[in-house]
């Protein structure tokens, strides 16, 4: 079979979900090529990728490294184009250097160049679930504007769109009854908050399941990933609130499954390994090799599922609830999640004390009307000067 070789932008290069696609990329070398590598600061990283995979253009979104990798590039006889600096993302999957951006930046900082993705009509692969967190409306606008395509690479997500009929469908008009998103429960599943009260990032950071960055690991041991995951549900099947469901399945076979009216439930399995899902969005309609090891069923303990314990992992539940406040709430929550987390990373504030955190910046910034990116973007920022002025005032 032809087919033309995809210029794939994989921004967030050095991290868990670019290391995944560049793995992807690299078996495939016929049909994918890296012509852009993006990340915000480690140039050891990105100056390596570069001598690996001879992308046309490298960005660091840290403008100060700039000639420290033009420095290491020169020294490995590398030939690319350097720019720096958060536009630089930007432009760089704006052009014509690109077919196919991968947005795996974590955090509201990818943003702008998923935007700027969906407005050129690139296929944007989406794994930066802030972003449609932040902005869905805008994202799906962007996406009407520019006609490209929108495959989503979170696991669950992109399970959930092979479960349904293809293009973006009416899901009432499809008898889809409800999408039921699986949650793993994280590392600390079944515990009282008791038991929570005293957790560790080290320990927070060690899932069970699946090997991540650190924020989204944080955010799984809190279920605010998964609160994250109703809200990109909502925006990328047109699903209301009340047609989400979270099922705890702690082995992370079933990615996710779709609910019919006439008593069918299909759902999509697989190793927890996130080449699957990058492999299908990469080649989509088309299937290719992935590197995971087949799924091996019999093999496998029992498959069990649980209602989530919403009591103690109280960030689903203010996910929901800033999902059906509606207007800029979930933008909100995102950037007092953001906040919280680092603040949990740098030893600042309890486990628990991050679900507290977005609770109170939510309470004292009601939800306003989404209008343009840049009133998104100042209300970001005022949710996160409110989240480090409360945690100033508690310590
Ligand atoms: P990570 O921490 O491993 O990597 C983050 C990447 O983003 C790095 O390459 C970093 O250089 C880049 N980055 C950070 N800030 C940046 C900035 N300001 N400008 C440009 N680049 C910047 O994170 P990850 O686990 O790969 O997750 C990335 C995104 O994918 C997150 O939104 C996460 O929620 C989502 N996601 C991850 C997984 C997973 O299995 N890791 C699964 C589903 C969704
Ligand atoms: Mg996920």
Redesign the pocket.
């Known amino acids: 079979m032809s087919h033309s070789l995809r210029k794939v932008a994989v921004?967030?290069?050095?991290?868990?979900?670019?290391?995944?696609t560049l793995d992807v990329i690299a078996r495939h070398p016929d049909r994918f090529r890296a012509t852009v590598l993006?990340?915000?600061?480690?140039v050891a990283?990105?100056a390596e990728l570069c001598v690996r995979f001879r992308p046309d253009l490298a960005?660091i979104?840290?403008p100060t490294l700039e000639a420290e990798l033009v420095r290491r590039l020169a020294a490995a006889g590398v030939r690319c184009d350097v720019a720096s600096g958060?536009d630089a993302?930007t432009q760089a999957v704006s052009g014509d250097l690109c077919d196919t951006v991968v947005?795996?930046?974590?955090?509201a900082?990818?943003l702008d160049?998923t935007l700027a993705a969906a407005r050129t009509g690139k296929r944007l692969l989406l794994?930066?679930?802030?972003?449609i967190v932040m902005a869905g409306a805008l994202l799906l606008d962007a996406l009407a504007v520019g006609g490209g395509d929108l495959i989503p690479?979170?696991?669950e997500h992109n399970a959930i769109f092979q479960c349904l009929p293809g293009g973006r469908p009416n899901l009432a008009a499809s008898g889809v009854r409800r999408l039921i998103l699986t949650a793993s429960g994280g590392p600390f599943r079944g515990r009282t908050r008791a038991e929570l009260a005293g957790v560790t990032p080290e320990q927070a950071c060690k899932h069970p399941n699946?090997?991540?960055?650190?924020?989204?690991?944080v955010?799984s041991a809190t279920l605010m990933?998964k609160g994250?995951e109703v809200i990109e549900a909502h925006h990328l099947f047109g699903a209301a609130p009340d047609v989400i469901d979270v099922l705890v399945h702690p082995q992370s076979l079933v990615h996710s499954m779709v609910d019919y009216v006439d008593g069918s439930v299909l759902a999509q399995l697989g190793n927890p390994d996130?080449r699957t899902?990058i492999a299908h969005a990469l080649a989509w309609p088309a299937r290719i090799e992935a590197g995971v090891a087949p799924l091996d069923l019999a093999a496998c303990a029992p498959l069990t599922f649980q209602q989530p314990d919403l009591a103690t992992f109280r960030c689903l539940a203010l996910a929901f609830q800033a999902l059906r406040a509606g207007g800029d709430a979930t933008a909100i929550l995102n950037a007092a999640n953001e906040v919280a987390v680092d603040a949990f990373l740098a030893g600042a504030l309890p486990f628990l004390g991050i679900a507290d955190l977005v609770e109170s910046v939510l309470t004292e910034l009601p939800p306003q009307a989404v209008v343009d990116v840049q009133t998104l973007n100042e209300r970001d920022r005022t949710a996160r000067e409110a989240a480090r002025r409360i945690l100033r005032n508690a310590c």
């Open positions: 921004l967030g290069a050095t991290g868990s979900i670019g290391g995944s993006a990340a915000h600061s480690n990283a990105l960005v979104a840290d958060h993302v947005a795996a930046i974590v955090g900082a990818g160049s794994a930066n679930k802030e972003s690479v979170d696991s699946w090997v991540m960055g650190r924020k989204i690991s955010d990933n994250l996130m899902a």
